[in-house]
């Protein structure tokens, strides 16, 4: 089949890890897709990322190690990744050591592109735990990451046990399809408007940066793409500029930068929780 990964040669890999990823190549490119993988993998197409990414590099002044944050365009706003909650399950206080849910066992947060942890979880807004515990949503001044919500959820000592903080560095699925349904409403094409997506190089241990292209109506399918590790891009824009999301490879929140008729629609709707931070415009 084809090379997965779609690079001439070994020459973009840094020398350390061309092993790892030669081996790495081999055993997937010996390996059947899915229906879906196939599906995905026929919808995009590698281009260099450089040339694509440059345009961002000038915007965010960065060199795109985390991803490429853009100031508002007019506008912007911030998506609020999703949490859930058993309301079944006895909220385990904080501070005992029966903490469950996306962190890992060493206290460090999950990056993955999340599905919905089942029937017995629903969403839980950051707005309603701020509310039960008399924080702000986000601290003035702070992007939304693991340091907020503080006297809900330490990072030394975890959350409640029937609370699954928001993942860290890539949507959850569901927000994901929201989002992208929002994406289209607003694109000039509808589903057709082509796209681009980047992944940033810290989220592949051979650290090369990927950017893929596309329909934007294809972008549901990405989260079944062989290449991409379970995360959500970086940054997805339109060819014509018009909008441009991030996603932080250490944040909770995704950015949406654009016009304030996309914004407004990104803060009223349902299926979304996303607040505009006039700090982090």
């Known amino acids: 089949m084809q090379d997965m990964y779609g690079f001439p040669d070994m020459a973009e890999v840094p020398a350390a890890l061309?092993?790892?990823?030669?081996?790495?190549?081999?055993?997937?490119?010996?390996?059947?897709?899915?229906?879906?993988?196939?599906a995905s993998f026929a919808n995009w197409a590698r281009v260099p990322a450089e040339p694509e990414t440059r345009w961002l590099a000038a915007l965010s002044g960065d060199d795109g190690l985390l991803g490429f944050e853009p100031p508002a365009r007019p506008d912007g706003a911030w998506i609020l990744h999703a949490m859930y909650e058993d309301p079944r399950r006895p909220a385990t206080p904080v501070g005992t050591d029966a903490v469950i849910g996306t962190e890992g066992a060493d206290g460090e947060d999950e990056t993955d592109w999340a599905t919905h942890p089942g029937p017995d979880w629903q969403g839980v807004r950051w707005s309603e735990l701020a509310e039960r515990t008399g924080d702000a949503i986000v601290e003035?001044?702070?992007?939304?990451?693991?340091?907020?919500?503080?006297?809900?959820?330490?990072k030394v000592d975890g959350c409640p046990d029937n609370i699954l903080w928001s993942n860290e560095g890539s949507l959850d699925w569901e927000t994901w399809h929201r989002l992208i349904d929002l994406l289209i409403e607003h694109s000039p094409d509808g589903p057709d408007t082509r796209c681009l997506v980047h992944f940033c190089r810290n989220m592949f241990y051979y650290q090369v940066p990927t950017v893929l292209t596309g329909r934007l109506g294809d972008a549901h399918s990405l989260y079944h793409h062989p290449d991409l590790m379970a995360y959500s891009p970086s940054n997805i824009w339109p060819v014509d500029r018009s909008w441009v999301t991030f996603t932080h490879f250490d944040l909770h929140g995704t950015k949406v930068a654009g016009p304030t008729p996309l914004i407004e629609a990104l803060l009223n709707s349902p299926g979304l929780e996303a607040v505009r931070l006039p700090w982090k415009p």
């Open 18 to 38: 061309r092993s790892i990823l030669a081996a790495d190549k081999a055993e997937r490119a010996a390996r059947d897709l899915t229906p879906e993988e196939a």
């Open 140 to 154: 003035e001044g702070s992007y939304p990451d693991r340091y907020q919500l503080r006297s809900w959820r330490s």
